[in-house]
């Protein structure tokens, strides 16, 4: 809950930044993450490949330390069957008794052995009785049968029925003065009887094994160690106790060589070890991880400074990539500050034909518009003013009112007071209406009441001149639309019919049509040429009904208005007009 | 978010390119290939056709069981003798053997280091052995080797000489004494022996003493009561011959293989040996190896012996050491070789079958046939020294070469000879 919580705080941080830091975070997180997986897999082969290669070398080592030192015990084993079979050593052993000659003799025939074989230090020969004939080169030890009787590995030797046996230091007998020695010892049988007749212990030095493990190569600074079936070790490099006491664990699985990684003191070091299959001694290698070939550590520091280089690379890079891209984004935005004041103004700076550009580009025809939008509204308003002034003049009419006042003058000197009274009664409605408490919006039916109160006044001043036809849709009754539509243009159509002398006809009807509401005007009177149609529909007429009623429905209604006009000189004028509901 | 993810995929990736590396190469030389070491005597040095044939049957044995192998090593007959004795000293018996059968190889057998092949021999191969060739490899009632060939003591006899000389092929002693002396007037060495190697002398002696004493009898010069008396007759029949300078001047300076030179050189007309000579003729000059023939040595008359009595038996023999580890194999493949060996040795007429031969019988040496004829129903008395065993057997031998060399008269002999057992 806490960390998604710090999530998504870390993550609100980043978003927030600015778009260079961004980038440099985001490449930076990229390339942090690349180069551990690099170094990572880098090493893991790495470690993979020189274990492989350790692996190998160690087989190499281990089988090669196998054939030298089977080697040196299959040259010794001959030399003792030599002994064996000679006929001198048979005969002497099988009298049984001592005699200087003998001795001489077969001291004699030994001392080639010592003499020539530089593995081997010194023979000796018991016969039953406990008679000694020996040849050494080191030193002479005082033992007798009776103690090699007592031996733990006499019965081992006896149960091999002449095979031989191989221990260390002739199992104790020969210890004592530093130099370690693998006695191969073996009863001599009589070569006819198969009786035993008596024993043969040949000293091996220590260094024919330390000669053999010199010869192997030093990489990785491999020691090779060799313990007999018992533990005890024939040949011992330096290496720490605790490294030796790792190569106790037996990790032979099914395969000849068993391998192991153990660490030590901060050390990885990799075991191998073979077990002889004659003579069960288990040869071992121990080599160090860390002495890698010197190729490797190069390749290493090849990579920490690749790392680092590609870094700093990184880094400037990203500061560069996000100057290219922030640096017109803040001019940009610079430029833009002006709009907090209201003030539009195009943006002027130097742009490529980059996302920049296009920005700048897409702005600069934002503000042309709004700019080219505030001057329309601002004619708009201008205009509507001076129409609403234009209306009101027309509205107060002071020569229409001049005109009906005479009429009722006329009217009462001849002592019509009916037709006074139906004056005066229509031009107070027509005034009402009219006026209608300054309001802009009235219902169709109110509109109409205008009209007829105007059209009873004209009727009466013009003594008949004109009949007027009504057909009116009462769904249109209710609709609401803006006042003094149809009254300027039925004015325009009586001075139309005044001007042709004769009686006239005028017809008003209203429908409805998709939505729209329709009013129309129709007259038979002098009608217009195309030229007059053409200047009312181009809003060029000088005449002020026209013109003033186009005016106001258009800043009423926008484009949703249609103000058609059908006329012929002196046949009549035909004028449409459809008005969507009006909206406010 | 989804980069978190797809790092960890990567982590799972990396930790599964860790974890399938090492699993791999970890068995080194699994299945390991069986090898069997095998000594025997026939020699590839000496110019002996037997070395080739164990070369090309072993050859055969080695192509069809790839993963059985067989090496050999192989020493020449006496030194060979010191050599097994050694390994059986030390207890390094190599897995399969050659060894004589009898005495030779009673120490070995005593001693635990022969496998037994009881349980490995079924009915079947028993029944392909011819009857009788086990004897010698038998041992308290437990069979321990697999007879190669059965040998016997054969006379051989250049007719060519004897025609040329006008002098019979002799049937009994008697004759045989008369064509000695015959030839030795005609100024022909009669008779051929390479005492150098004392085995070729004893050869005459142990025929001597079958005919003097007989087989089985009272006489009978290696189990009978009164054998003393049949050892005293044969040394003194050796005496004989060897005082009328029956045998080659250089009898004791050359070895078996220089001596035969003699014969095949159509020098000599008689020659007591083994039945493995008859293969050796074969690269023998047409004048001589056609007038070859072999017969039973010739009977005293008057003694105990007859004509179906050989000096000889199936003494060659494969063994196996109770060390191999390939116990089962090793007997396999000594199976294959001693009855192949037998069947070869028999065609090309070194050695007469120890199995049960059931080839097409044109393919065998004339000799070997006429031979395996005389042979047939015959009863064998085993080479002396072989009787005895190796130890014994030298002593013996020695006194036979101390009667060549004139050292020891025949009463010391039989005294001595007595002494041995």
Not at chain 1, 51 to 61: D, F, G, I, N
Not at chain 1, 177 to 201: A, F, H
Not at chain 2, 280 to 296: A, G
Request: include cysteine.
């Amino acid at each position: 809950m806490y960390n998604k919580f710090r999530l998504n705080n870390w993550k609100d941080k980043y978003l927030n930044s600015k778009i260079s830091i961004k980038i440099i975070i985001y490449f930076s997180i990229i390339f942090i993450l690349s180069t551990i997986i690099l170094n990572f897999t880098y090493n893991k082969i790495n470690k993979i490949y020189s274990l492989e290669k350790m692996k190998q070398s160690s087989v190499e080592v281990l089988e090669s330390a196998e054939v030298n030192t089977s080697m040196i015990i299959d040259n010794v084993n001959d030399t003792s069957k030599m002994i064996i079979s000679s006929y001198n050593v048979q005969n002497t052993l099988k009298k049984n008794y001592n005699e200087a000659s003998e001795y001489d003799d077969i001291s004699n025939y030994l001392i080639q052995f010592t003499n020539f074989n530089s593995n081997i230090s010194s023979i000796y020969i018991l016969d039953n009785n406990g008679n000694k004939y020996y040849s050494e080169n080191v030193f002479y030890k005082n033992f007798e049968l009776e103690k090699i009787k007592s031996c733990k590995w006499y019965d081992e030797l006896l149960n091999n029925k002449g095979g031989y046996i191989l221990k260390l230091n002739g199992g104790g007998f020969f210890e004592g003065n530093g130099n370690n020695y693998v006695s191969l010892i073996r009863v001599i049988n009589d070569i006819n009887t198969g009786q035993k007749i008596g024993m043969l212990i040949i000293n091996i030095d220590e260094n024919a094994f330390y000669n053999l493990s010199l010869k192997l190569g030093n990489q990785y600074g491999t020691k090779l160690i060799i313990k007999n079936e018992m533990d005890e070790l024939i040949i011992k490099p330096d290496v720490s106790i605790e490294i030796l006491n790792r190569t106790e664990k037996d990790n032979y699985s099914d395969s000849k060589v068993g391998f192991s990684e153990e660490r030590v003191d901060k050390q990885d070091y990799f075991i191998s070890s073979l077990k002889t299959p004659n003579y069960n001694w288990r040869l071992i290698t121990v080599m160090q991880y860390n002495e890698l070939p010197e190729q490797t550590k190069y390749i290493k520091y090849f990579l920490i400074y690749f790392s680092v280089i590609n870094f700093i690379l990184i880094i400037i890079g990203s500061i560069i990539i996000s100057k290219f891209i922030t640096k017109p984004i803040k001019k940009l935005c610079e430029s833009m500050k002006d709009i907090e004041s209201g003030e539009f103004n195009i943006v002027n700076i130097k742009t490529y034909n980059d996302e920049v550009g296009e920005l700048k580009k897409g702005y600069n025809i934002m503000i042309s518009q709004i700019n080219s939008l505030l001057d329309k509204i601002r004619q708009d308003e201008k205009l509507k003013r001076q129409t609403e002034l234009n209306l009101l003049m027309s509205q107060i009419k002071p020569h229409f009112l001049y005109n009906t006042f005479d009429t009722i003058n006329s009217l009462a000197l001849s002592g019509k007071n009916k037709t006074i009274y139906e004056m005066i009664k229509a031009l107070g409605k027509f005034y009402r209406t009219s006026l209608n408490n300054g309001k802009d919006i009235i219902t169709v039916e109110e509109e109409i009441k205008t009209v007829k109160s105007y059209l009873i006044i004209q009727n009466i001043r013009y003594q008949d001149m004109f009949e007027v036809e009504y057909d009116l849709d009462t769904k249109c009754s209710k609709f609401e639309i803006i006042k003094l539509v149809l009254q300027p243009l039925v004015e325009n159509s009586i001075y139309g019919i005044r001007d042709k002398k004769e009686k006239g006809k005028i017809r008003i009807s209203t429908y409805i049509e998709k939505e729209k509401v329709v009013l129309t005007l129709e007259d038979n009177g002098c009608g217009m040429d195309e030229l007059q149609i053409k200047n009312i529909i181009e809003n060029k007429t000088t005449g002020i009904g026209v013109r003033t009623t186009k005016e106001r429905l258009r800043v009423f209604y926008g484009e949703e208005y249609e103000f058609i006009v059908q006329s012929k000189k002196n046949i009549g004028t035909k004028i449409i007009i459809k008005m969507p509901r009006f909206k406010n | 978010m989804r980069r978190i993810f797809t790092f960890f995929i990567m982590l799972i990736l990396l930790i599964n390119l860790d974890s399938c590396s090492l699993s791999s190469k970890n068995n080194i030389d699994n299945k390991e290939k069986i090898t069997l070491t095998m000594w025997h005597i026939w020699s590839q040095t000496s110019k002996e056709a037997n070395g080739k044939i164990v070369e090309e049957t072993v050859e055969e044995w080695n192509k069809n069981n790839p993963d059985v192998q067989i090496k050999i090593e192989t020493v020449e007959n006496e030194r060979y003798k010191t050599k097994i004795k050694t390994a059986f000293a030390t207890n390094e018996l190599p897995d399969i053997f050659y060894s004589w059968g009898g005495g030779f190889s009673k120490p070995f057998i005593e001693s635990g280091k022969v496998l037994s092949l009881n349980e490995y021999l079924d009915d079947d191969t028993k029944n392909r052995i011819n009857d009788g060739m086990l004897n010698n490899v038998t041992y308290k009632d437990n069979i321990y080797g697999l007879p190669v060939d059965l040998s016997v003591g054969t006379f051989y006899c250049n007719t060519k000489l004897f025609s040329e000389a006008n002098i019979k092929i002799p049937d009994n002693y008697d004759e045989f004494l008369d064509a000695v002396k015959a030839f030795k007037n005609k100024g022909i060495t009669p008779l051929l022996v390479g005492e150098k190697d004392t085995w070729t002398g004893m050869f005459y002696y142990d025929i001597l003493a079958l005919r003097e004493g007989g087989l089985g009898g009272p006489n009978d010069a290696h189990t009978g009561t009164n054998k003393k008396n049949t050892t005293l007759k044969a040394a003194y029949k050796l005496k004989e011959l060897i005082d009328l300078k029956a045998f080659n001047e250089s009898n004791l300076e050359l070895t078996r293989d220089e001596s035969e030179i003699l014969f095949k050189q159509g020098e000599i007309p008689m020659y007591y040996t083994g039945n493995w000579f008859i293969g050796e003729l074969k690269n023998m000059e047409p004048s001589v190896k056609d007038n070859v023939i072999v017969k039973e040595f010739p009977i005293i008359n008057g003694a105990q012996g007859n004509d179906k009595e050989f000096v000889g038996g199936a003494v060659d023999t494969l063994m196996i050491s109770n060390n191999s580890k390939y116990k089962k194999e090793a007997v396999d493949a000594a199976k294959f070789i001693s009855e192949t060996l037998s069947k070869k040795y028999f065609e090309f007429g070194s050695g007469l079958p120890a199995w049960k031969y059931n080839d097409d019988k044109s393919k065998i040496n004339n000799l070997s046939e006429e031979l395996e004829k005389i042979a047939s129903d015959a009863s064998y008395t085993l080479y002396q020294d072989i009787y005895l065993g190796e130890e014994k057997g030298d002593v013996y031998k020695e006194l036979v070469h101390q009667l060549f060399k004139g050292q020891i008269n025949p009463e010391d002999f039989a005294k001595q000879m007595e002494n041995i057992e």
